[in-house]
């Protein structure tokens, strides 16, 4: 799983800090940018370009951070998607 933030959105409020601040930090701009597995927060430029790895441990506070974003900024892809056409066929 993977996750970013369009900073664009971002109100500030802090909450997916809350939530996972091994994923999320608030920076001195006053946004949020993701936070690297070394511990880097990503704002070089950020946005979708500043994509990062959701270990397995963070990924259910990834995806509620994701939720309560009032910003609906918090993107989360999956890391290999499903094959075109998919089950059933
Ligand atoms: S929860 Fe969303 S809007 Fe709030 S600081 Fe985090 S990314 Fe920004």
Same mark, same amino acid.
């Given at each position: 799983?993977?996750?970013?933030?369009?900073q664009?959105?971002?109100t500030?409020?802090?909450?997916?800090? +809350?939530?996972?601040?091994?994923?999320?930090?608030?920076? /001195?701009?006053?946004?949020?940018?993701v936070?690297?597995?070394?511990?880097?927060?990503?704002?070089d430029p950020?946005?979708?370009?500043?994509?990062?790895?959701v270990?397995?441990?963070?990924?259910?506070?990834?995806?509620?951070?994701?939720? +309560?974003?009032?910003? /609906?900024?918090?993107?989360?892809?999956?890391?290999?998607?499903?094959?075109?056409?998919?089950?059933?066929?």
């Open positions: 799983m993977l996750v970013w933030i369009d664009d959105l971002c500030g409020d802090g909450l997916c800090t +809350d939530h996972c601040p091994e994923l999320f930090r608030i920076l /001195e701009d006053g946004i949020s940018y936070v690297d597995p070394a511990g880097h927060a990503l704002s950020g946005g979708a370009e500043c994509t990062v790895p270990g397995a441990k963070l990924e259910r506070a990834a995806i509620d951070a994701a939720l +309560d974003c009032p910003g /609906e900024c918090i993107f989360i892809e999956a890391e290999h998607p499903p094959a075109a056409g998919g089950f059933g066929r």
